[in-house]
């Protein structure tokens, strides 16, 4: 069997996501242009070909050869289908969802550089090398982070998997891609949190003050933009549309709910921003190395836009999910939650109560309906964790936290579908 090559040109972002936001839509997406700006040394963007940006030569070697990138090549391949779907705004698969969205999104976590950068100066903080070590150390270390990408990202894929979906597009702006291939939405920054089905449950979010810093017990919401019209936030609610099925030619077909919004109808911000505007500033913030856009003016109009710090970004915002460690590494528990997800019910207006099985402390989820939906109030697992039962929240939280409600509305400028 020929052994396949080593260090290649290792693209933590897909390049034809990459090529996806250029304002040219000829040839492959790998060889269009796009304007590409450095978060440091460079003062202007130019443009540079897709295939060109974003790639670490042998980032996924290790001596297992190159069976972590082989993990990214189950999905590459039907991005571009995923993409389509989105464009022309049509229900999403089970399939592609479990097989192509989750494990996409899911994955940009572990593709960056800077998840062997952590954990390599984690490794290199407890163990003091001689000189002699360097050369094995250095191996290990790539051994250990290719293992850590394979088990970290299917705990990410199965919490992801119960977080709700939108999908964000505009035919007059541009969306602006960050080299992580994603950014996340602090629950205070997310102007889409809310599901109106059940706005008193999803229109606020809770803060405190810890030592003159603000803290927020919300989970915040990750966007991932697709193309430089599309982008997917995935919005953790502790309420979450359930699937819903249709018969077809081929036989009974499930699809996980989108809710598409426009955001071109919607309102704009206070200080007169549009909606786009907002975004790409959050976009921008989460970059740790460089961005892209398709045109030069987007990336201008955003150099002086603060950027969070990288040990923030690992430490912190990249690991606060919806679920808390104990729960997202169960296993059991998490796929038996994502199963009645996947379930094929009829809507009803009465609400059941399922205990979980695989729970230590036997706790439950809550089938209910809305307009012709049904959801699962997955309250008593997801952050912040909610006893539906006896109406009280089981972990405790600062005495002084504040539930705050979003100022922003945007009821007539989204649709569900299916």
Known sequence: MTKKKTNLKDHTVPAFIIGSFSDSKDGSPRKRKVYYLRREGMTSPHPQRAETIGYVK?????????????????????????????????????????????????????????????????????????????????????DLVAMLRTKIRLECRRVFSLYSIDVLYTSKSNFILPDLGMAYLRASEDMFRKDYSWEKATEWYGEYYKSGKRCEINPPSYLVPLSNNIAVKMTPRQIIPTAIYKDTPSGRQGYIPVRYIDCDSCARGWDGSSVIEDINKLLVGSALDWVVASDKDSLQNIRNVPLENKDFIHNEALWFLGFSKDISGNEGLMSEIIEHVKKDRKATNSREIIIIEKSTDKGHIDYVSSNNRNYLHISYFSTPRFNTKNNFFIEDYNPETKRVRSPYEFNNCYSWVP
Request: glycine fraction near 6%; proline fraction near 6%; hydrophobic fraction near 35%.
């Open 58 to 142: 042998g980032e996924y070697d290790s001596s297992f050869g190159r069976a972590v990138d082989d993990l990214w090549d189950e999905y590459e391949g039907s991005l571009p289908e995923l993409s389509e779907i989105f464009t022309q705004k049509k229900p999403l698969s089970i399939n592609l969802w479990e097989k192509v969205l989750i494990p996409y999104v899911a994955d940009l976590w572990v593709r960056s550089p800077g998840f062997r950068q952590n954990y390599e100066n984690q490794f290199e903080a407890l163990l003091p090398l001689s000189q002699e070590d360097e050369g094995k150390f250095k191996q290990s270390t790539k």
